[in-house]
């Protein structure tokens, strides 16, 4: 490294962790693009493939620029708004300085320092906000209309994601009382089931008849799947923000939590359902994903073992037996994928945080299973703060919106599709 301008490596700089960030990093933006959008378009109808593909790919885009602008120090960024000793908020600045941008990374009201820059941390965060609107567009496909979606979701992430992001990931007021969520067991997935609901509440139904249709493309749903797993190792195996010990143990764990998750769905689905189904076993590996995403660098593999084992039972006693008597039209299921198997990851992580494992990361987390009850008590506390907040200020906004514009498409523009939404279709058959 002695070839470069000494401003290049300055001694704060660990290049190995750098690295590591920057290709976690691009792990994550790969599970939206194109992971979600192959795993969600794969389970759409083929006439609403294109706008499907569409949502994810503007909330990326959308996403990226509130979070350069303000969103990103906002939800980590030092306090702007303080409680007591309790860290609110950021402050909304941009992060597109040159000195901010090469500056040595700090986090949240504490100014918590790593050794990677700036840059790197923006963009690490970066793709797990973009990737949150993706996963709750499930929910409200296939009826919301576009020019809706392209208010709410950065208005949306504004107002829910950088707010849960500093209560939870950089050190504010719930992190502060003890509350933890390793990789976003409740600021990405708990919202986002929770937004599903509200969402699909205020939008309202698909048409009666496309209610119960099956997905259109199970080989794209699959290949979907695969970069989620895949892709799921720099979801959790960045947040210990280096190349540590224990981003290798959360990388193993959250495999070890999704095979595990498989496994228990298809055995739920031969035993209920008679016949194991690939979209059963690919939702198992994305609820598996979700439950031990908060837990993943707390727990040891025992751990992973029975959060993935629960993973792959408990959601799909909720997609099954819950989500039918909602009433809502959740349309891929993302309730019971990301809000149930988030809660469930979360709570999990109060029991099953191991201090043989937590010494690597965070010296002070102890699970009810080592004799800190306290830590389950917390734990649900933070995840009925987020329900509570992320329902209501989702609800309300796009109920705010719908003074504008429509919050959905009318019935003789969703009778055709995208044909009508975007003037193109996905798979042009005269080809």
């Known amino acids: 490294m002695n070839t470069y301008p000494a401003p290049a490596v300055p001694s704060w700089l660990d290049t190995g962790s750098n690295a590591w960030m920057l290709t976690a990093a691009t792990l994550v933006g790969l599970m939206s693009l194109p992971g979600l959008a192959l795993f969600y378009g794969g389970l759409a109808k083929k006439r609403f493939i294109v706008n499907t593909l569409f949502m994810i790919f503007y909330a990326y885009a959308s996403v990226l620029i509130v979070w350069l602008l303000f969103g990103y120090n906002l939800g ?35 100014g918590f320092a790593i050794n990677i820059p700036m840059s790197t941390i923006v963009f690490f965060q970066f793709v797990f906000a973009a990737i949150t609107p993706g996963l709750f ?197 993302v309730f019971p994928a990301h809000g149930v198997a988030g809660l469930t990851g979360g709570l999990l992580t109060g029991i099953l945080a191991d201090p043989a494992v937590t010494q690597f990361v965070a010296p002070s987390l102890t699970g009810a299973l080592y004799g800190n009850l306290n830590q389950l008590g917390v734990q649900a506390f933070a995840a009925g703060i987020v329900i509570v907040y992320t329902f209501a200020v989702t609800f309300i906004l796009l109920k705010l919106i719908g003074v504008f514009t429509p919050l959905r498409e009318k019935d003789s523009t969703l009778k055709v599709g995208d044909m009508a939404i975007h003037g193109e279709i996905g798979i042009d058959m005269e080809d």
């Open 137 to 333: 567009a499930g929910a409200i496909i296939e009826r919301m209309s576009f020019k809706a979606w392209m208010i709410f979701v950065p208005v949306w992430s504004a107002l829910v994601y950088s707010p849960l992001s500093y209560w939870l990931f950089a050190g504010g007021w719930l992190n502060q009382m003890g509350a933890v969520d390793f990789s976003g067991g409740y600021v990405i997935h708990l919202s986002a089931g929770i937004t599903a609901l509200a969402a699909a509440l205020a939008v309202g139904p698909r048409l009666s008849s496309d209610r119960r249709s099956k997905p259109h493309n199970v080989t794209l749903v699959f290949i979907g799947a695969g970069l989620l797993w895949l892709g799921w190792n720099g979801f959790n195996g960045g947040d210990p923000y280096g190349a540590t010990i224990d981003a290798a143990i959360a990388v193993l764990n959250t495999e070890l939590a999704a095979a595990a998750s498989v496994i228990a769905w298809i055995l739920m689905d031969m035993r209920f359902k008679h016949k194991p189904t690939l979209i059963g076993a690919t939702t198992a590996a994305v609820t598996g994903l979700v439950a031990i995403t908060p837990a993943a660098g707390y727990v040891n593999g025992w751990g992973a073992l029975i959060i993935g084992i629960a993973a792959g039972t408990i959601p799909w006693v909720a997609t099954n037996n819950l989500a039918p008597k909602l009433k809502l039209d959740d349309a891929l299921g």
């Open 76 to 110: 980590f960024g030092p306090a702007g708004v303080k409680i007591g000793n309790y860290g609110i908020l950021g402050q909304p600045t941009p992060t597109l300085d040159a000195g901010f941008m090469s500056g040595q990374a700090t986090i949240g009201p504490g």
